[in-house]
């Protein structure tokens, strides 16, 4: 486990990490994500103790490690696993050796570099040398170097920026399932959003040397905390919307309210690609202004009467042409997020009116079962 408490650690005066909190239980696999400069390797980096802490604490298996005196820093070190992004393999060692660096008992070293050889699918490797391994072969080398000393956290530097997109989905598949065997905590540090949401138990969204919001990939991605978040996972629109008795209107559908909204007061409803679906109408008042292939889907740009841009994802066979005018309706099956006043609120009942008129009108002709 793993806990920062207030803690601040800067580079300059007004860049690096402030006043952080977030914890790690055992066995998680954390994904910080964020702009260039957010703090993201800063928090590697204080954890490996390469920056000092200037306030607050951190915490690794209930032991304050903030301020350990330099010299005690490379037997904590090996308390910490660290996968760097060009590997880091010793050119000189053999997989053997390399592996084996960080295990200070000799009387069990060999029997615990087979077992993390065995663990990576990288036995009968033993002898060979960096120079003639693959790139995923280096990758698993260089995590079985890290979980070798059976460390409390490993560290993940964009471990995969440097393969291949077709190699790369495939070690970041067997690295991820290595460290849950392993029940080893993890911090990834990564620019891919799809490798976020596919594989983070939690993600951290990082601005300015703050986290925005951690939680689950669902959460972040359908709940985000600010507008912020919203935007940095995904398009995310966010179009002006009214109240109407006990609805929320908006030029493209109409919800219920989340929180019986009164008053004279700025209200915009965040919908994401997914959540906007489009029919052909000549007499529609919306209009094509791009058209993007994606293999299995095409996003498109529409403009609305207001001049307001959303986005839409429909499957490839729906196409429709840049300039076409269409009517476009709100088709989300599940909560929304609206923001009032710049506060975001989830919606109750994220479904929209015309979804379930088309529910019902599903119910109303499917085949009665015998």
């Known amino acids: 486990m793993i806990k920062f408490e207030n803690v601040t650690a800067t580079y300059t005066e007004n860049v690096g990490i402030f006043n952080l909190s977030f914890h790690i239980p055992k066995g998680e696999l954390v994904f910080l994500m964020g702009p260039t400069g957010a703090g993201k390797s800063t928090v590697l980096k204080t954890i490996y103790k390469d920056i000092p802490i200037s306030d607050g604490n951190l915490y690794i298996n209930g032991e304050d490690v903030g301020n350990i005196h330099r010299r005690h820093v490379p037997r904590f070190r090996r308390k910490i696993g660290m996968v760097f992004q060009d590997y880091a ?24 570099v087979a077992e993390v050889l065995s663990m990576v699918g990288l036995t009968g490797m033993e002898k060979r040398y960096p120079h003639a391994l693959s790139g995923g072969e280096q990758q698993r080398v260089a995590l ?23 190699l790369r989905g495939r070690v970041r598949r067997d690295v991820l399932d290595i460290l849950n065997e392993a029940e080893t905590s993890a911090i990834f540090v990564t620019h891919d959003q799809e490798e976020a949401m596919l594989f983070g138990d939690r993600i951290a969204v990082m601005n300015e040397g703050q986290i925005e919001q951690v939680d689950t990939p669902e959460i972040i991605f359908h709940n985000p905390s600010s507008t912020f978040v919203a935007k940095f996972m995904g398009i995310a629109d966010f179009i002006p919307a009214w109240t109407e008795g006990n609805k929320l209107v908006t030029e493209i559908g109409a919800l219920k309210q989340p929180h019986n909204v009164t008053g004279n007061k700025s209200i915009e409803l965040m919908v994401r690609p997914d959540d906007v679906s489009i029919s052909e109408d000549q007499a529609g008042k919306c209009r094509i202004l791009e058209r993007v292939f994606q293999g299995a889907h095409n996003l498109y740009k529409v403009a609305l009467p207001s001049g307001n841009i959303v986005h839409s994802i ?33 919606i109750p009942n994220g479904t929209s009116e015309s979804r379930q008129k088309y529910q019902r009108h599903q119910e109303k002709i499917r085949p009665t079962q015998q």
């Not at 070798?148 to 291949?164: K, T, Y």
């Not at 729906?318 to 929304?336: C, F, K, N």
């Open 89 to 112: 393999l010793f050119p000189h060692m053999d997989v053997e050796h390399n592996v084996a660096f960080g295990i200070r008992n000799k009387s069990i070293r060999s029997k615990r």
């Open 314 to 346: 429909e499957l490839h066979y729906r196409t429709y042409t840049v300039g076409q005018t269409v009517s476009l309706r709100i088709d989300a099956g599940h909560p929304l997020t609206c923001a009032i006043e710049g506060n975001l609120v989830t």
């Open 144 to 166: 079985a170097r890290a979980l070798a000393p059976r460390p409390a956290i490993v560290l993940l530097d964009e471990p995969f920026s440097n393969l291949d997109a077709g």
